[in-house]
């Protein structure tokens, strides 16, 4: 009588373990770069509300500065988890918006994001890496 076996050998199991951590290999670094990338893309959203803010802040003053007297309707810097968000150089004319990488988002290739607004409206965000942009 034949016996009949069933079953894997190891060897087989071996072969579909490295063919599995092959396309891990392949997959989970694309993934990421997806992530990073709607993150980014959220950056550039919130940086979009913050130049809409400060728009209608100057269609109400001379400036686009805070005077002298506090305001509660001053533009409020938009927060995230994964980036830091900054307004300086506030003048009668412009301003700057950076985001800076932070949390799980501060190994992004893009690095920094910057928007100068110097009475130009065509002015864009840029990031440092210039692929970014």
Avoid: H
């Avoid at 009949?4 to 490295?18: R, Y």
């Avoid at 989970?28 to 990338?37: A, D, F, I, T």
């Avoid at 910057?114 to 009475?119: D, L, V």
């Amino acid at each position: 009588m034949r016996r009949m076996s069933s079953g894997f050998t190891l060897i087989e199991l071996m072969i579909v373990v490295a063919a599995i951590a092959i396309l891990a290999m392949i997959a989970l670094p694309s993934y990421k770069e997806y992530v990073q990338k709607s993150r980014r893309s959220e950056a550039v959203s919130a940086m979009g509300r913050m130049q809409l803010a400060m728009e209608r802040w100057r269609a109400d003053n001379p400036s686009y500065a805070n005077s002298a007297v506090p305001s509660a309707s001053y533009p409020a810097v938009p927060t995230s988890s994964y980036y830091t968000f900054a307004l300086s150089g506030q003048s009668a004319t412009g301003y700057t918006v950076t985001a800076t990488r932070a949390g799980a988002q501060a190994d992004d290739r893009c690095g920094t994001l910057t928007y100068t607004f110097a009475g130009d409206l065509s002015a864009k965000p840029q990031w440092a890496t210039a692929s970014c942009n």
